[in-house]
Protein backbone atom coordinates (compact mmCIF):
# COMPACT_ATOMS: atom_id res chain seq x y z
CA UNK A 1 0.00 0.00 0.00
CA UNK A 2 2.81 2.22 0.75
CA UNK A 3 4.57 1.12 -1.78
CA UNK A 4 1.64 1.99 -4.31
CA UNK A 5 1.16 5.82 -2.64
CA UNK A 6 5.22 6.54 -3.25
CA UNK A 7 4.74 5.74 -6.77
CA UNK A 8 1.78 7.79 -7.48
CA UNK A 9 3.36 10.39 -5.17
CA UNK A 10 6.44 10.63 -7.34
CA UNK A 11 4.47 10.60 -10.97
CA UNK A 12 2.09 13.33 -9.46
CA UNK A 13 5.53 15.04 -8.59
CA UNK A 14 6.97 14.60 -12.38
CA UNK A 15 3.98 15.66 -13.20
CA UNK A 16 3.07 19.11 -11.47
CA UNK A 17 7.09 19.67 -11.77
CA UNK A 18 6.94 19.24 -15.39
CA UNK A 19 4.00 21.71 -15.84
CA UNK A 20 5.76 24.45 -13.50
CA UNK A 21 9.25 24.07 -14.91
CA UNK A 22 7.62 24.64 -18.69
CA UNK A 23 5.44 27.60 -17.21
CA UNK A 24 8.53 29.24 -16.65
CA UNK A 25 10.59 28.70 -19.55
CA UNK A 26 7.31 29.51 -21.54
CA UNK A 27 6.86 32.76 -20.03
CA UNK A 28 7.70 35.66 -22.13
CA UNK A 29 10.32 37.73 -20.54
CA UNK A 30 9.08 40.77 -17.85
CA UNK A 31 5.56 38.93 -17.41
CA UNK A 32 4.62 36.43 -15.05
CA UNK A 33 0.97 34.95 -14.92
CA UNK A 34 -0.96 32.49 -16.98
CA UNK A 35 -3.33 35.52 -18.84
CA UNK A 36 -0.18 37.23 -20.18
CA UNK A 37 0.95 33.81 -22.00
CA UNK A 38 -2.19 32.95 -23.34
CA UNK A 39 -2.93 36.46 -24.74
CA UNK A 40 0.72 36.53 -26.22
CA UNK A 41 0.35 33.18 -28.16
CA UNK A 42 -3.57 34.04 -29.27
CA UNK A 43 -3.99 35.76 -32.91
CA UNK A 44 -7.74 34.34 -33.36
CA UNK A 45 -11.16 35.94 -31.93
CA UNK A 46 -12.91 33.70 -29.30
CA UNK A 47 -15.43 32.58 -31.75
CA UNK A 48 -12.87 31.48 -34.44
CA UNK A 49 -10.72 29.95 -31.12
CA UNK A 50 -14.00 28.14 -30.14
CA UNK A 51 -14.56 26.69 -33.41
CA UNK A 52 -10.97 25.39 -34.39
CA UNK A 53 -11.81 23.75 -31.00
CA UNK A 54 -15.06 22.07 -32.19
CA UNK A 55 -13.26 20.62 -34.59
CA UNK A 56 -10.48 19.24 -32.88
CA UNK A 57 -12.95 17.74 -30.54
CA UNK A 58 -14.84 15.90 -33.10
CA UNK A 59 -11.72 14.87 -35.16
CA UNK A 60 -10.58 13.33 -31.51
CA UNK A 61 -14.13 11.78 -30.98
CA UNK A 62 -13.97 10.52 -34.38
CA UNK A 63 -10.37 8.38 -34.07
CA UNK A 64 -12.19 6.66 -30.88
CA UNK A 65 -14.91 5.84 -33.36
CA UNK A 66 -12.55 4.51 -36.10
CA UNK A 67 -10.48 2.86 -32.68
CA UNK A 68 -13.68 0.80 -31.49
CA UNK A 69 -14.43 -0.21 -35.58
CA UNK A 70 -10.95 -1.40 -35.59
CA UNK A 71 -11.41 -3.75 -32.12
CA UNK A 72 -15.05 -5.17 -33.00
CA UNK A 73 -12.94 -6.38 -36.84
CA UNK A 74 -10.19 -7.71 -34.56
CA UNK A 75 -12.77 -9.56 -32.34
CA UNK A 76 -14.77 -10.79 -34.91
CA UNK A 77 -11.88 -12.32 -36.94
CA UNK A 78 -10.88 -14.23 -33.39
CA UNK A 79 -14.83 -15.25 -32.82
CA UNK A 80 -15.71 -12.75 -30.08
CA UNK A 81 -18.30 -10.73 -32.14
CA UNK A 82 -19.37 -7.33 -29.77
CA UNK A 83 -22.26 -5.31 -30.72
CA UNK A 84 -20.41 -1.84 -31.77
CA UNK A 85 -21.80 0.69 -29.17
CA UNK A 86 -19.93 -1.45 -26.12
CA UNK A 87 -16.94 -1.15 -27.78
CA UNK A 88 -17.42 2.74 -28.45
CA UNK A 89 -18.71 3.19 -25.15
CA UNK A 90 -15.70 1.11 -23.65
CA UNK A 91 -13.03 3.44 -25.90
CA UNK A 92 -14.32 6.75 -24.36
CA UNK A 93 -14.58 5.68 -21.13
CA UNK A 94 -10.89 4.19 -21.82
CA UNK A 95 -9.72 8.25 -22.91
CA UNK A 96 -10.85 8.64 -19.05
CA UNK A 97 -8.48 6.73 -17.47
CA UNK A 98 -5.93 7.35 -19.72
CA UNK A 99 -6.05 11.02 -18.17
CA UNK A 100 -6.16 10.05 -14.85
CA UNK A 101 -3.90 6.93 -14.40
CA UNK A 102 -0.52 6.59 -15.26
CA UNK A 103 0.23 5.73 -18.78
CA UNK A 104 -1.97 5.60 -21.85
CA UNK A 105 -2.02 1.81 -21.92
CA UNK A 106 -4.57 2.37 -18.60
CA UNK A 107 -7.28 2.47 -21.37
CA UNK A 108 -6.21 -0.85 -23.12
CA UNK A 109 -6.71 -2.59 -19.62
CA UNK A 110 -10.32 -1.08 -18.79
CA UNK A 111 -11.43 -2.26 -22.92
CA UNK A 112 -9.74 -5.60 -21.72
CA UNK A 113 -11.82 -6.13 -18.72
CA UNK A 114 -14.78 -4.33 -20.77
CA UNK A 115 -14.54 -7.22 -23.16
CA UNK A 116 -14.16 -9.91 -20.98
CA UNK A 117 -17.66 -9.59 -19.32
CA UNK A 118 -19.28 -10.07 -22.54
CA UNK A 119 -17.17 -12.72 -24.17
CA UNK A 120 -15.51 -14.74 -21.16
CA UNK A 121 -11.90 -15.36 -22.18
CA UNK A 122 -9.52 -12.87 -20.61
CA UNK A 123 -6.45 -14.37 -22.32
CA UNK A 124 -8.37 -14.20 -25.49
CA UNK A 125 -9.37 -10.45 -25.46
CA UNK A 126 -5.76 -9.96 -23.74
CA UNK A 127 -4.21 -11.31 -27.52
CA UNK A 128 -6.87 -9.25 -29.92
CA UNK A 129 -5.43 -5.74 -27.82
CA UNK A 130 -2.09 -6.78 -28.01
CA UNK A 131 -2.39 -6.95 -32.14
CA UNK A 132 -4.89 -3.56 -31.98
CA UNK A 133 -1.76 -2.29 -30.10
CA UNK A 134 0.82 -3.53 -32.70
CA UNK A 135 -1.09 -2.38 -35.65
CA UNK A 136 -1.00 1.20 -34.09
CA UNK A 137 2.20 0.64 -33.53
CA UNK A 138 2.67 0.12 -37.01
CA UNK A 139 0.67 2.85 -38.41
CA UNK A 140 3.06 5.27 -36.15
CA UNK A 141 6.17 3.99 -37.96
CA UNK A 142 4.43 4.42 -41.38
CA UNK A 143 3.62 8.24 -40.66
CA UNK A 144 7.33 8.32 -39.88
CA UNK A 145 8.13 6.77 -43.09
CA UNK A 146 5.67 9.86 -44.70
CA UNK A 147 7.38 12.67 -43.19
CA UNK A 148 10.85 11.59 -43.58
CA UNK A 149 10.78 12.68 -47.38
CA UNK A 150 8.83 15.68 -46.29
CA UNK A 151 11.92 17.23 -43.96
CA UNK A 152 13.26 20.49 -44.63
CA UNK A 153 15.86 20.54 -47.43
CA UNK A 154 18.84 21.60 -44.44
CA UNK A 155 17.81 19.14 -42.59
CA UNK A 156 20.92 16.82 -41.69
CA UNK A 157 21.16 13.20 -43.19
CA UNK A 158 21.38 11.87 -39.71
CA UNK A 159 18.36 12.55 -38.93
CA UNK A 160 17.04 11.97 -41.71
CA UNK A 161 18.15 8.58 -41.95
CA UNK A 162 16.62 8.14 -38.09
CA UNK A 163 13.69 8.91 -38.95
CA UNK A 164 13.43 6.73 -41.89
CA UNK A 165 14.89 3.67 -40.03
CA UNK A 166 13.28 3.97 -36.81
CA UNK A 167 9.74 4.14 -39.01
CA UNK A 168 10.69 1.38 -41.49
CA UNK A 169 11.56 -0.51 -37.85
CA UNK A 170 8.27 0.51 -36.37
CA UNK A 171 5.95 -0.18 -38.99
CA UNK A 172 7.48 -3.54 -39.93
CA UNK A 173 8.39 -5.29 -36.56
CA UNK A 174 4.76 -5.61 -35.55
CA UNK A 175 3.97 -7.74 -38.73
CA UNK A 176 6.62 -10.23 -37.63
CA UNK A 177 4.17 -11.67 -35.05
CA UNK A 178 2.06 -12.37 -37.71
CA UNK A 179 4.71 -14.32 -39.31
CA UNK A 180 4.87 -17.94 -38.95
CA UNK A 181 8.10 -17.87 -37.17
CA UNK A 182 7.16 -14.86 -35.26
CA UNK A 183 4.02 -16.47 -33.74
CA UNK A 184 6.22 -19.96 -33.21
CA UNK A 185 8.37 -17.83 -31.55
CA UNK A 186 5.30 -16.68 -29.37
CA UNK A 187 4.43 -19.75 -28.24
CA UNK A 188 7.36 -21.04 -27.03
CA UNK A 189 7.59 -18.08 -24.95
CA UNK A 190 4.17 -19.01 -23.39
CA UNK A 191 5.10 -22.60 -23.05
CA UNK A 192 8.30 -21.01 -21.17
CA UNK A 193 6.03 -19.24 -18.52
CA UNK A 194 4.91 -22.58 -17.66
CA UNK A 195 8.12 -22.70 -15.36
CA UNK A 196 6.91 -19.58 -13.68
CA UNK A 197 3.38 -20.51 -13.29
CA UNK A 198 0.82 -22.57 -15.15
CA UNK A 199 -1.84 -19.88 -15.44
CA UNK A 200 0.42 -17.31 -16.90
CA UNK A 201 1.34 -20.10 -19.82
CA UNK A 202 -2.30 -21.06 -20.39
CA UNK A 203 -2.89 -17.69 -20.78
CA UNK A 204 -0.33 -16.79 -22.80
CA UNK A 205 -1.01 -19.37 -25.15
CA UNK A 206 -4.54 -18.64 -25.60
CA UNK A 207 -3.63 -14.99 -26.14
CA UNK A 208 -1.12 -16.21 -28.83
CA UNK A 209 -4.10 -18.74 -30.29
CA UNK A 210 -5.98 -15.38 -30.95
CA UNK A 211 -3.79 -13.58 -32.48
CA UNK A 212 -2.49 -16.43 -34.61
CA UNK A 213 -6.53 -16.64 -36.03
CA UNK A 214 -6.92 -12.98 -36.77
CA UNK A 215 -3.72 -13.00 -38.77
CA UNK A 216 -5.15 -15.48 -41.17
CA UNK A 217 -7.42 -13.79 -42.59
CA UNK A 218 -5.13 -10.98 -44.27
CA UNK A 219 -8.03 -9.00 -45.69
CA UNK A 220 -9.25 -8.14 -42.31
CA UNK A 221 -5.20 -7.42 -41.15
CA UNK A 222 -5.43 -5.49 -44.15
CA UNK A 223 -8.63 -3.45 -42.97
CA UNK A 224 -7.68 -2.76 -39.09
CA UNK A 225 -4.45 -1.77 -40.81
CA UNK A 226 -5.70 0.95 -42.87
CA UNK A 227 -8.05 1.87 -39.57
CA UNK A 228 -5.00 2.31 -37.29
CA UNK A 229 -3.72 5.06 -40.07
CA UNK A 230 -6.75 6.90 -39.52
CA UNK A 231 -6.84 6.56 -35.79
CA UNK A 232 -3.68 7.31 -35.68
CA UNK A 233 -3.86 10.47 -38.33
CA UNK A 234 -6.97 12.44 -36.34
CA UNK A 235 -5.47 13.25 -33.24
CA UNK A 236 -2.68 14.70 -35.62
CA UNK A 237 -5.24 16.47 -37.26
CA UNK A 238 -6.89 17.56 -34.30
CA UNK A 239 -3.50 19.00 -32.83
CA UNK A 240 -3.29 20.97 -36.32
CA UNK A 241 -6.59 22.25 -36.24
CA UNK A 242 -5.73 23.71 -32.38
CA UNK A 243 -2.81 25.33 -33.39
CA UNK A 244 -4.96 27.31 -35.68
CA UNK A 245 -5.42 30.12 -33.61
CA UNK A 246 -2.26 30.35 -32.42
CA UNK A 247 1.14 32.89 -33.47
CA UNK A 248 2.66 29.56 -35.25
CA UNK A 249 3.20 28.77 -39.02
CA UNK A 250 4.69 25.75 -38.20
CA UNK A 251 4.32 23.12 -41.51
CA UNK A 252 2.47 20.46 -41.61
CA UNK A 253 5.09 17.25 -41.58
CA UNK A 254 6.52 18.23 -38.38
CA UNK A 255 2.91 17.95 -36.71
CA UNK A 256 3.12 14.74 -38.31
CA UNK A 257 6.56 13.61 -36.68
CA UNK A 258 6.22 14.99 -33.14
CA UNK A 259 2.76 14.42 -31.95
CA UNK A 260 2.88 10.34 -32.59
CA UNK A 261 6.55 11.02 -30.87
CA UNK A 262 4.65 12.23 -27.95
CA UNK A 263 1.80 10.23 -27.93
CA UNK A 264 4.83 7.35 -27.40
CA UNK A 265 6.44 9.40 -24.77
CA UNK A 266 3.24 9.34 -22.60
CA UNK A 267 2.67 5.36 -22.61
CA UNK A 268 5.64 5.68 -19.66
CA UNK A 269 4.56 5.44 -16.60
CA UNK A 270 6.33 8.08 -15.58
CA UNK A 271 3.79 10.85 -15.38
CA UNK A 272 -0.42 11.17 -14.21
CA UNK A 273 -2.26 11.03 -17.99
CA UNK A 274 1.57 12.19 -19.28
CA UNK A 275 0.74 15.49 -17.78
CA UNK A 276 3.97 17.03 -17.33
CA UNK A 277 5.84 14.84 -20.11
CA UNK A 278 3.47 15.96 -22.78
CA UNK A 279 4.20 19.79 -22.18
CA UNK A 280 7.89 19.06 -22.08
CA UNK A 281 7.72 17.69 -25.21
CA UNK A 282 5.72 19.98 -27.07
CA UNK A 283 7.66 23.16 -26.11
CA UNK A 284 10.96 21.54 -26.72
CA UNK A 285 10.33 19.58 -30.13
CA UNK A 286 8.13 22.47 -31.80
CA UNK A 287 10.65 25.07 -30.34
CA UNK A 288 13.20 23.46 -31.93
CA UNK A 289 11.32 23.67 -35.51
CA UNK A 290 10.29 27.59 -34.85
CA UNK A 291 7.15 27.94 -32.67
CA UNK A 292 8.09 30.26 -29.69
CA UNK A 293 7.80 28.07 -26.25
CA UNK A 294 4.51 30.09 -24.95
CA UNK A 295 2.75 29.30 -28.22
CA UNK A 296 3.74 25.44 -27.98
CA UNK A 297 2.78 25.35 -24.21
CA UNK A 298 -0.97 26.92 -24.96
CA UNK A 299 -0.86 24.67 -28.16
CA UNK A 300 -0.01 21.54 -25.14
CA UNK A 301 -2.78 23.04 -23.21
CA UNK A 302 -5.64 23.39 -25.58
CA UNK A 303 -4.23 19.57 -26.77
CA UNK A 304 -5.22 18.37 -22.88
CA UNK A 305 -8.21 20.60 -22.65
CA UNK A 306 -9.75 18.26 -25.84
CA UNK A 307 -8.60 15.65 -24.05
CA UNK A 308 -10.41 16.49 -20.39
CA UNK A 309 -13.44 17.00 -22.62
CA UNK A 310 -13.97 13.63 -23.47
CA UNK A 311 -12.45 11.60 -20.51
CA UNK A 312 -15.17 13.82 -18.76
CA UNK A 313 -17.49 12.40 -21.03
CA UNK A 314 -16.11 9.17 -20.47
CA UNK A 315 -16.59 9.45 -16.46
CA UNK A 316 -19.85 10.18 -16.61
CA UNK A 317 -20.63 6.70 -18.88
CA UNK A 318 -18.76 5.15 -16.53
CA UNK A 319 -20.62 6.60 -13.83
CA UNK A 320 -23.95 5.44 -15.50
CA UNK A 321 -22.86 1.94 -15.41
CA UNK A 322 -23.69 -1.13 -18.09
CA UNK A 323 -25.62 -3.97 -18.35
CA UNK A 324 -23.99 -7.19 -19.72
CA UNK A 325 -24.42 -7.26 -23.83
CA UNK A 326 -24.91 -10.24 -25.77
CA UNK A 327 -22.87 -10.97 -28.42
CA UNK A 328 -23.08 -9.99 -31.84
CA UNK A 329 -23.87 -12.26 -34.79
Given at each position: ?66 GALRFKDLLGSAGMGLHYPT ?243
Open positions: MRRGLGAFALRLAVALGGLTLVVQLAMPSGESGLLPLLRSAWVASATEGWSWFAVAAGLFGASYAVLLRAYIIASFFNLVLPGLIMGDVYRLADARRDVGSGARVLGIVVLERLLGFAALGSMALLAAPMLPGETPLTIRAGVALLGAGVTLGPFILLTGRGQALARSLGQYLRRLSDRASKTALEAVAAIEQAGAQRAIIARTFGLSLANQWLPVLAVVALARPLDTDVAFHWYAVIIPFVTLASLLPISIGGAGVREALFVALFGAVGMRPEVAFVLSLSTLAVALAWGSIGLLLFLSGRHQQPAAT
